[in-house]
Structures are given as C-alpha cells and as structure tokens.
Antibody
Framework: EVQLVESGGALVQPGGSLRLSCIAS????????MDWVRQAPGKGLEWVGR??????????EYAASVKGRFTISRVDSRNSLSLQMNSLKTDDTAVYFC?????????????????????WGQGTLVTVSS | DIQMTQSPSAMSASVGDRVTITCRAS??????LAWFQQKPGKVPKRLIY???SLESGVPSRFSGGGSGTDFTLTISSLQPEDFATYYC?????????FGGGTKVAIK
C-alpha cells in the first residue's frame, strides 16, 4: 500500500524557517518525481515545487511565490522528501501536502498522466504568524 | 503560466442531477489534465487522469472529456457523497496549475 506521511508543521514567526518531511512507503520512491502542493485555509490548491529523480539529476522546479526561499531535497535511501522553508511570510500559511509525481526510472518518464498526483499525504499545517 | 479557469465556481444541485463542470486552459495542454475531488478537511482524491481516464475504484458516474483547451467533468447522477469541491489540474508545462475549484452543494 502506497503511503506518504508528512511531518514538521508548526507555528512560526514571519521571517522564520521550518523544515517539512515526507516519508514514503509502498512503492519505489527513487523512481518517482515528488512534488509539494499547499492549500491556504479556505482556499484552493497551489503547486509549490518538484524534485526529479537521480536519473534526471535531482533537478528542481519551484513556484514563483516560493522560489529563492524554499528548497526541496530527497534522500532516496531513506524514502524521504524534505521541504526547507526560509524567510517565511504570513501568505505561506497553509496545509502542505507531498504528492507522488511521474514515474521516471531513467531519463524518460513513463505513462506520465497515470502517476500524476495519484497519491497524497495527509498534509501538515504550517502557520506563519506573530 | 497557463491559467486554468473553472466554471462555475459554485453550484447547487439535487441528488440524481446530471452535473457538468468545465475547465478552460489559457493555451493548449493536449490531454495533460486531471480532476480531483476534495471534501472538507480531507485530502484531494484523483478522479480522472489524462483528461478522460477513470481512476481505479472511482464510480462510473464520473467521466471526463476534452482535449486542447476545453475540458469537462461530468457526474451523470449526483449522489449524496458527491457533494464536495472539485479541482482541475494541468501538468503540460511548468508551473503546474490548478483551477480555482467548483463547490457542489446540496440544493
């Protein structure tokens, strides 16, 4: 059974930092791109960023709203995904979800649509407030 | 960035009604579109991928259609458990973008 379990959410002051983690199980974590998606209270879904696989050099993409402040990393040996958030703003207050992305065991992804966000973690709440 | 315009943003309907939600992309995205259902306090659940492929375990009353810029999610006969918010997602190009959501409420 595929599972994604986030942790690390907390109340933090504006300008502060926080690190979220997501532990995956039930699938070959190292073969999938992994994304973070967030949802502010009462609002819609917003893509935060992505990290690709080793075969794609662990390259990353970020939403403009977080670029330069957030960093996504992964440790495949631990089935672990992280989101380092610096210079936090009140607008970053949201539930943060980790999601499974495309299956890319080599430089080419396979059946991209099939795996796109098919599994989500339960989410972890980040509140940025003084 | 590709903008995804969902309509309506909210609607009320009765059990048994046929419901159609539309999503329009600001430029062509082929069939790189998925639909999600989210209930209050819950995790989004994928219903449709590749614009028209039904997720395993999802009731057949849900269907997706379209390609290019115009897409639809149809619920053929609305059931009590279908009252929720629905989102489309395009993954044709970065940044990945979601529609604003459609809240389906009980009439």
């Amino acid at each position: 059974e595929v599972q994604l379990v986030e942790s690390g959410g907390a109340l933090v002051q504006p300008g502060g930092s926080l690190r979220l983690s997501c532990i995956a199980s039930g699938f070959t974590f190292s073969d999938h791109y992994m994304d973070w998606v967030r949802q502010a209270p009462g609002k819609g879904l917003e893509w935060v960023g992505r990290i690709r696989t080793k075969a794609n050099r662990y390259t990353t993409e970020y939403a403009a709203s977080v670029k330069g402040r957030f960093t996504i990393s992964r440790v495949d040996s631990r089935n672990s995904l992280s989101l380092q958030m610096n210079s936090l703003k009140t607008d970053d207050t949201a539930v943060y979800f980790c999601t499974r992305g495309p299956y890319c065991p080599n430089a080419v992804c396979i059946s991209i649509a099939l795996y796109y966000y098919d599994y989500w973690g339960q989410g972890t709440l980040v509140t940025v407030s003084s | 960035d590709i903008q995804m315009t969902q309509s309506p943003s909210a609607m009320s309907a009765s059990v048994g009604d046929r419901v159609t939600i539309t999503c329009r992309a600001s430029q062509g995205i082929s069939n790189s579109l998925a639909w999600f259902q989210q209930k209050p306090g819950k995790v989004p659940k994928r219903l449709i991928y590749g614009a028209s492929s039904l997720e395993s375990g999802v009731p057949s009353r849900f269907s997706g259609g379209g390609s290019g810029t115009d897409f639809t999610l149809t619920i053929s006969s609305l059931q009590p458990e279908d009252f929720a918010t629905y989102y489309c997602l395009q993954h044709n190009s970065y940044p990945v973008t979601f529609g604003g959501g459609t809240k389906v409420a009980i009439k």
